[in-house]
């Protein structure tokens, strides 16, 4: 697909959106084309870490509006029906694992966001583990505005991150947010300068490489499992993945490495 290039270099994997002359709005086939790519990916035990990225000036403005309005006022949208098929539920769900990769995945997701981030642009932010942004970042979900909802998981990420009754009234409102409002409600995982953005991704890129990989897998899983839950529950969540860890061969290199005095070189098995 030529609007989403993948490139990889060593354990590390970009997934850019390339649209830039419609600010990388998205659509339905996208989506799809995500969710294939993505399953693949995270079958891959060699990867360490994705980085997800816009071409030019804007990481993504949103969903491309054109797949909405061609039949705009007549009957055939009103079950969402030549959106997303026969069974919308299912349809839905295809559509929305396009994003739901990104958090399931084994290994570190970076959302590498400059410009605007609206609707399913910001979504897709909020799908990834974290968030480098540039200064000049604008983000919202806007969804209300064409008489719809965040449907892709903002309704899940954001009320993890700001609590449920923020999430709403940001619903509500259709605030636009930018990047000190991002970084102050944690949103943000950190702020650059647009002409450093690439050297903070870098930065985390280096520490997803340098760390073990089943426990940053063991521990997303656990905070994932954990979330909303019992203390017991989140507990139990966190000991099925240690116990992954503590019959690991990095777990002995860890301890090789201490008595050795150098870095430990982890493998992911």
Same mark, same amino acid.
């Given at each position: 697909? *030529?609007?989403?290039?993948?490139?990889?270099?060593?354990?590390?994997?970009?997934?850019? #959106?390339?649209?830039?002359?419609?600010?990388?709005?998205?659509?339905?086939?996208?989506?799809?084309?995500?969710?294939?790519?993505?399953?693949?990916?995270?079958?891959?035990?060699?990867?360490?870490?994705?980085?997800?990225?816009?071409?030019?000036?804007?990481?993504?403005?949103?969903?491309? %509006?054109?797949?909405?309005?061609?039949? &705009?006022?007549?009957?055939?949208?009103? @079950?969402?029906?030549?959106?997303?098929?026969?069974?919308?539920? &299912?349809?839905?769900?295809?559509? $929305?694992?396009?994003?739901?990769?990104?958090?399931?995945?084994?290994?570190?997701?970076?959302?590498?966001? $400059?410009?605007? &981030?609206?609707?399913?642009?910001?979504?897709?932010?909020?799908?990834?583990?974290?968030?480098?942004?540039? @200064?000049?970042?604008?983000?919202?979900? #806007?969804?209300?505005? /064409?008489?719809?909802?965040?449907?892709?998981?903002?309704?899940? /990420?954001?009320?993890?991150?700001?609590?449920?009754?923020?999430?709403?009234?940001?619903?509500?409102?259709? @605030?636009?947010?930018?990047? *000190?409002?991002? #970084?102050?409600?944690?949103?943000?995982?950190?702020?650059?300068?647009?002409?450093?953005? *690439?050297?903070?991704?870098?930065?985390? #890129? $280096?520490?997803?490489? !340098?760390?073990?990989?089943?426990? %940053?897998?063991?521990?997303?899983?656990?905070?994932?499992?954990?979330?909303?839950? !019992?203390?017991?529950?989140?507990?139990?969540? &966190?000991?099925?993945? $240690?116990?992954?860890?503590?019959?690991?061969?990095?777990?002995?290199?860890?301890?090789?490495?201490?008595?050795?005095?150098?870095?430990?070189?982890? !493998?992911?098995?």
């Amino acid at each position: 697909m *030529d609007e989403i290039s993948i490139e990889r270099d060593g354990p590390v994997v970009r997934v850019t #959106l390339n649209r830039p002359d419609k600010l990388n709005a998205q659509t339905p086939a996208m989506w799809l084309h995500l969710a294939e790519e993505g399953a693949r990916l995270c079958d891959d035990t060699t990867i360490r870490a994705v980085v997800v990225a816009g071409t030019g000036r804007s990481f993504s403005a949103g969903i491309d %509006i054109t797949n909405f309005t061609a039949n &705009a006022g007549g009957d055939d949208n009103r @079950d969402g029906g030549s959106i997303v098929g026969a069974d919308p539920v &299912a349809g839905v769900r295809a559509l $929305q694992a396009g994003f739901e990769w990104l958090e399931q995945a084994p290994f570190l997701t970076i959302a590498r966001v $400059q410009g605007h &981030a609206f609707g399913a642009g910001m979504q897709l932010a909020l799908a990834c583990d974290v968030r480098v942004c540039a @200064d000049d970042v604008q983000m919202g979900l #806007l969804e209300l505005n /064409w008489g719809l909802m965040p449907d892709l998981g903002g309704t899940v /990420w954001l009320p993890r991150l700001i609590g449920p009754t923020a999430a709403l009234e940001h619903m509500l409102r259709g @605030d636009k947010w930018r990047a *000190d409002d991002l #970084l102050r409600l944690g949103i943000a995982n950190q702020v650059v300068a647009r002409d450093d953005l *690439d050297s903070a991704i870098d930065e985390y #890129l $280096q520490l997803a490489c !340098s760390r073990p990989p089943l426990a %940053i897998r063991g521990a997303k899983r656990a905070i994932r499992e954990g979330w909303g839950r !019992s203390t017991e529950e989140g507990m139990e969540a &966190a000991a099925r993945a $240690q116990l992954d860890c503590l019959r690991s061969r990095d777990f002995g290199e860890a301890a090789a490495a201490f008595m050795e005095g150098r870095t430990p070189n982890f !493998s992911g098995s």
